[in-house]
């Protein structure tokens, strides 16, 4: 669950900055932390790229109430999203724990 979580927090504001702490807590390796961090720090900015070019296209018509607005529609859908991934991911690891015995269970 820590990689999943890692992903996921680096997409949101104030956890991105803290979600650090419980990965060394949990003993996360260094590697999949760089990938998982990588990874939820690259989409992230690629929504902020987005939302940065459309704005760009409007430039002189928008105000930063716009900014803003858009800002906070993207952490909006992102929230939806990232709880569907969480459950995905918690459902398929519960599906692979319980099924088919390995010989280590016999």
Known sequence: ????????????????HLISIPAGLHGMPLPKFILYTAVGAGLWCA?????????????????????????????TVLIPLSIITVIVYVMRRRRGAGGGSSPARR
């Open 1 to 16: 669950m820590t990689y999943i979580s890692t992903l996921i927090g680096r997409l949101f504001p104030v956890i991105r």
């Open 47 to 75: 929504i902020l790229t987005w939302i940065g070019y459309f704005l760009g296209q409007h430039e002189g018509v928008l105000r930063s109430e716009d900014l803003h607005r858009y800002v906070t529609w993207a952490i």
